[in-house]
């Protein structure tokens, strides 16, 4: 049986966490730029995943955080393109 101070720590642990989470988050929108031409793909799909895997453990902590920026909409556009050209890739070497 748990102890009301073991409770009350991993309530505050989580409630940290998600805070964490909440400015890398927003940090990470307001920065990561994906709409800029000069970045390379490979920095953009980076920069795209990076965005992507913070909204995911954002959500786990939080279920009822949404967001619909254009730089989310943007990062999953991003990837979504990076998945079908290593699809392309893959059929292209597996077709001869």
Known sequence: ????????????????????????YEAL???SDLS???LAEDERLRRANRLLKTYERLRKF??????S???LR???????A???KRQRAKLS???G
């Not at 049986?1 to 400015?23: C, H, I, N, P, Q």
């Not at 943007?74 to 979504?80: E, F, G, V």
């Open 1 to 24: 049986m748990r102890d009301d101070l073991t409770e009350a720590l991993v309530k505050a642990k989580a409630l940290s966490a998600a805070s964490r989470l909440s400015a890398a």
């Open 62 to 67: 939080s279920p009822d955080f949404r967001d």
């Open 29 to 31: 929108v307001r920065h």
């Open 36 to 38: 800029n031409p000069a």
């Open 93 to 95: 070497n597996n077709g």
């Open 74 to 80: 943007a990062a999953r556009r991003i990837q979504k």
């Open 82 to 84: 990076a998945y079908r």
């Open 69 to 71: 920026s254009d730089e």
